[in-house]
């Protein structure tokens, strides 16, 4: 099975991604994941990147489409995968039906006023766990690991705004996009816990 996760930057896709991917045995690629690999590494992609993520806009289309076509070729991309983060406007949707085949697009939604608070407290490690600091008692490591956490360089007010933007201009057409492919499934209280909202996606997955 071949899933998209859609949904604003907060919404909880990352977090919902990795529940999923242990339950259901799906590979979870990330294109924000892959930019911020690149960024560390200092590639070429990561230096491009970088200044759109930083100003909260879309790195460019070919550059993002290139990749995750790369990627989707890898062997373990085979038994089925997740991709969370891309799709993100309406042509590179278009490009994705000529390399996927995609069987389902999971819509999280959550009201768009919780989701300043939800960005900007996030405090995130470098094994993948998200966290939001009010739930963290003062911890400043991984639960899970050990891990220093840290908050993403894109994780501030003036950036989110502007990633919020993008999100509605150009990423929530991609809802009506899905639902006329008949591929759209909708997460609609994506203001609960993880666990609650993990809930209602396993009904969705049966
Ligand atoms: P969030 O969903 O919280 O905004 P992501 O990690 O998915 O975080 O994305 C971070 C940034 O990476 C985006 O604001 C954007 O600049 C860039 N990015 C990620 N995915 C794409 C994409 N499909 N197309 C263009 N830019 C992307
Ligand atoms: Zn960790």
Not at 65 to 84: F, H, N, P, Q
Not at 145 to 170: F, H, I, S, W
Request: one cysteine or more; proline letters at 3%; charged letters at 25%.
């Amino acid at each position: 099975m071949n899933i998209i996760l859609l949904g604003a930057p907060g919404a909880g896709k990352g977090t919902q991604a990795s529940k999923i991917a242990s339950k259901y045995n799906l590979l979870h690629i990330s294109t924000g994941d892959i930019f911020r690999a690149n960024i560390k590494g200092g590639t070429e992609i990561g230096k491009l990147a970088k200044s759109y993520i930083d100003a909260g806009k879309l790195v460019p289309d070919e550059v993002t489409c290139k990749i995750v076509e790369d990627r989707l070729t890898w062997d373990d991309a085979k038994s089925g995968y997740m991709l969370d983060g891309f799709p993100r406007n309406l042509y590179q949707a278009q490009e994705l039906d000529k390399f996927a085949k995609i069987d389902l697009c999971l819509n999280i939604n959550v009201d768009e006023a919780l989701l300043m608070d939800r960005i900007c407290g996030r405090r995130v490690c470098s094994c993948g766990e998200s966290y939001h600091v009010s739930t963290l008692n003062g911890a400043t490591t991984c639960a899970k690991c050990g891990n220093e956490l840290y908050q993403r360089a894109d994780d501030n007010p003036e950036t989110v705004k502007a990633r919020l933007d993008t999100y509605n201009t150009q990423t929530a057409p991609l809802i009506d996009y899905y639902e006329k492919q008949g591929k759209l499934a909708c997460v609609t209280s994506g203001e609960g816990s993880p666990d609650e909202v993990f809930e209602q996606i396993k009904k969705i997955l049966g």
